[in-house]
């Protein structure tokens, strides 16, 4: 019974994991302010590497994460389209192969 009930919970808690969404609102990460780059000081020179990692600039439009998009389902309503998810693919009908042509 224990093992059952042990199963149980577990794929519970997996449902629950997978079934979230955190992508409507905004989150502390989105309002942090990017500092100024610290001041020369004189007489050091820092060494400039083929190697170093550069932070790119910021975009000029930020890109939102989550979006709303028309609802297929419930035409005239929309619903909430996070990044992390794919789009839906569309299903293009399967059609027949032109019939090989006679040969003489």
């Not at 905004?26 to 820092?46: I, K, M």
């Not at 389902?73 to 789009?87: A, F, H, I, K």
Request: net charge negative.
């Amino acid at each position: 019974m224990s093992r059952r009930l042990l199963t149980i919970c577990a794929v519970a808690m997996l449902a629950a994991c997978g079934s979230n969404r955190h992508c409507i609102g905004e989150f502390p990460y989105q309002r942090a302010a990017t500092l100024a780059p610290p001041a020369e000081v004189e007489g050091l020179s820092t060494p400039e590497s083929v190697a170093a990692l550069r932070i790119p600039p910021a975009p000029a439009e930020s890109v939102p994460y989550a979006r709303n998009v028309p609802d297929p389902e419930n035409p005239g309503s929309t619903r909430v389209q996070c990044l992390d998810v794919p789009p839906p693919m569309t299903v293009v009908p399967e059609t027949d192969p032109a019939p090989a042509a006679a040969e003489s």
